[in-house]
C-alpha cells in the first residue's frame, strides 16, 4: 500500500475491532463493564448545583454570555491561539494570560498583543505565581489526567474574584478521538462539593462539552 492516510486508517479500524472485542470479552467474564479504563467514578452534580446553569449549544456561546467585555481572562493551555484570538476578537479584555509549555506554535497576531501575557512552563506552577482573586474568568484545557486536572484546578480557585468563573474544556470521561481516559468530569464535579454551582454547559456537536463554575451565591 502506498497510501499512508490509508494505511494509518485501516491501522486504526483494525485496532478498534480489537479494543471492541477485547471489551467485550471483558464485561462477559467480569461481569461489569470495563470501567478501569477510566480515570476514577466521578461525583454526581447535586441537582442544587444546577439551579442556575443554562445549556449552549456550543463553547462560543458560553464565552458570549459569561464572559465580560473588558475583563481579566486565563486561558491555560492555549495551542495555536486560535481559542485566544476568538476571546480577544470576541471581549477585549484588559488582560489575557496565556499558559503553555511552549509557545512556538501560537499565532503571530495573539501573541502581538499589548493584552497578553505569556506564561511558559507546567500550567499550575505559573498559575500560582499569579496574584490571588485577580481573575474574572479561567479557562481550564491543558493536560487532561485527573492529576493535572485536580492541579490546574487547585491553582486556580484562588486566583479567581469572588464572583469569577471556572470553565472546563473536554466535560468527558474519554477523549473519542485519541482513546484515552480523561479526568475532566471528576476533577469538575468535584467543584459542586466545595460550595460552586454550574452556570453553564456547553454541548459542543464534537462531544468535547464545557462546563463552567461560580461561587454559589456570587
Ligand atoms: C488542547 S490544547 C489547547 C487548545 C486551546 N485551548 C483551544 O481551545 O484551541 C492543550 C495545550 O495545553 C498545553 N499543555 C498540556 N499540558 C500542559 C501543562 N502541564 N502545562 C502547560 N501547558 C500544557 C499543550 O502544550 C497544548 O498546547
Given at each position: 500500500?502506498?497510501?499512508p ?36 467514578a ?27 467585555e ?14 485566544a484570538?476568538r ?6 479584555p484588559?488582560?489575557l494570560h496565556?499558559?503553555d509549555?511552549?509557545f512556538?506554535?501560537v499565532?503571530?497576531d ?47 480557585i ?19 478521538m ?19 454551582d454550574v ?17 454559589s451565591?456570587?
Open positions: 500500500m502506498d497510501d492516510v490509508l494505511e494509518a486508517r485501516n491501522q486504526v479500524n483494525t485496532c478498534l475491532a480489537e479494543l471492541q472485542t477485547a471489551l467485550s470479552n471483558y464485561w462477559r467474564e467480569a461481569g461489569e463493564p470495563p470501567s478501569f479504563i477510566l480515570e476514577a466521578a461525583p454526581a452534580l447535586p441537582q442544587g448545583a444546577l439551579k442556575n446553569a443554562k445549556l449552549y449549544a456550543d463553547r462560543d456561546l458560553l464565552m458570549q454570555e459569561t464572559l465580560m473588558g475583563a481579566i481572562v486565563a486561558e491555560v493551555g492555549t495551542l495555536n491561539g486560535n481559542w484570538a476571546m480577544l476578537e470576541q471581549k477585549s484588559a488582560e496565556l499558559f509549555k511552549t512556538d506554535r499565532r503571530k495573539v501573541r502581538a498583543n499589548p493584552v497578553v501575557t505569556e506564561h511558559q512552563g507546567h500550567s499550575w506552577g505559573e498559575i500560582s505565581k499569579l496574584p490571588d482573586s485577580h481573575f474574572d474568568w479561567i479557562y481550564l484545557d491543558a493536560a487532561h489526567d485527573l492529576q493535572s486536572v485536580r492541579r490546574d484546578r487547585n491553582a486556580s484562588p486566583k479567581l474574584k469572588p464572583t469569577g468563573i471556572l470553565v472546563f474544556n473536554d466535560y468527558v470521561h474519554w477523549s473519542h485519541l482513546a484515552q481516559p480523561y479526568g475532566v468530569v471528576v476533577a469538575a464535579n468535584e467543584m459542586a462539593q466545595s460550595g460552586w452556570v453553564g454547559l456547553a454541548i459542543t456537536p464534537h462531544g468535547y462539552w464545557d462546563i463552567a463554575f461560580r461561587r451565591g456570587s
